[in-house]
Nanobody
C-alpha cells in the first residue's frame, strides 16, 4: 500500500549536478525519518544523508559540502541535491523512510525503500 518512487538519476559530467526525488504514496500518518543511501558495484550500501527524528541533517564525510538533503512534508517527498559530482559518486541511490501508515495495526512504524535510481558520473 505504501510505496516510495524515486526519480532524477542519470548521466552527468564530472562537476555537474543532479537532483533526486523520492515521493512516498499511500495512507501515511507520520514520517519519522528520511534518508538517502547509495551502493556502488562491489561495495556495501552506505548512508549518504538523512533527516533525524529531531529534524537535524547528517551527511557522510565523503559528500559533506556537496550534497544537500531537503524535504517537502506536505508532499511526503525527500530530495537530494548532488553538486560537484565526481566519478566516485557513481552508484545506485536509494531513499528510505521510516513511517507510520494508517493500515498498520497499532500504528507500528516500518521502513520502506525506493526502487533505486542510477547516478553515473563520467566524461
Amino acid at each position: 500500500q505504501v510505496q516510495l518512487v524515486e526519480s532524477g538519476g542519470g548521466l552527468v559530467q564530472p562537476g555537474g549536478s543532479l537532483r533526486l526525488s523520492c515521493a512516498a504514496s499511500g495512507s501515511i500518518f507520520m514520517i519519522n525519518a528520511m534518508a538517502w543511501y547509495r551502493q556502488a558495484p562491489g561495495k556495501q550500501r552506505e548512508l549518504v544523508a538523512q533527516f533525524t527524528p529531531g529534524g537535524s541533517t547528517m551527511y557522510a564525510d565523503s559528500v559533506k559540502g556537496r550534497f544537500t538533503i531537503s524535504r517537502d512534508n506536505a508532499k511526503n517527498t525527500v530530495y537530494l541535491q548532488l553538486n560537484s559530482l565526481s566519478p566516485e559518486d557513481t552508484a545506485v541511490y536509494y531513499c528510505n523512510m521510516n513511517l507510520y501508515a494508517y493500515s498498520d495495526k497499532d500504528l507500528i512504524p516500518k521502513s520502506y525503500w525506493g526502487q533505486g535510481t542510477q547516478v553515473t558520473v563520467s566524461s
